[in-house]
């Protein structure tokens, strides 16, 4: 399983990692930073771990680490 970690401060809320997730476990969350809403996971057990999402942010705002069992 892994975790998706959102850097609030380089987040800039462009929702490139939303629109590019295959797995469709992002979404926008209520909380904000001056540029508008964090996305957050809505269900990290379905990602898939492809990365995409990471490789889409333009501010490296997104982290997909492994959790320890």
Known sequence: ???IKIIKE?????GLCIR???AE???Y????TKW???PHSINS???RECRLCEL???DFAINIEEEEE
Do not use: H, N, W
Request: net charge negative; glycine share 4%.
């Open 36 to 38: 508008g809403r964090l």
């Open 1 to 3: 399983m892994v975790s």
């Open 29 to 32: 969350s209520d909380e904000t």
């Open 20 to 22: 590019y997730c295959p």
């Open 56 to 58: 889409a942010c333009p």
């Open 10 to 14: 380089r987040c800039k809320s462009c």
């Open 45 to 47: 057990e379905d990602c």
């Open 25 to 27: 476990i992002l979404e």
